[in-house]
């Protein structure tokens, strides 16, 4: 879904920039072209969206990590 992608997109520049405890549902909405009531259909609130992104980055590196550790190449050539 095109908005739950750029709530995710969204909110995440604006904890970048503000940290959690900074960043307001509202601004969240307001980034992404919605209103409050929007965001709060997606996830049940700002802990959520940051829980959600967070795993996603988790879930990103340790794709990463198991692509590298499958890779043929010398442990060297991986890394440079």
């Avoid at 997606?42 to 959600?52: C, N, P, T």
């Avoid at 190449?73 to 991986?78: K, Q, S, T």
Wanted: charge should be negative; hydrophobic fraction near 40%; aromatic fraction near 8%.
């Amino acid at each position: 879904d095109a908005t739950l992608q750029s709530i995710l997109e969204n909110a995440e520049v604006l904890f970048a920039e503000t940290g959690l405890t900074g960043t307001r549902l509202e601004s969240i909405a307001q980034a992404v072209g919605i209103t409050r009531a929007s965001v709060l259909h997606y996830f049940s609130g700002k802990q959520d969206i940051y829980d959600h992104i967070q795993s996603d980055f988790h879930q990103k590196i340790q794709s990463r990590f198991e692509e590298q550790l499958t890779n043929s190449l010398p442990a060297r050539e991986r890394i440079l």
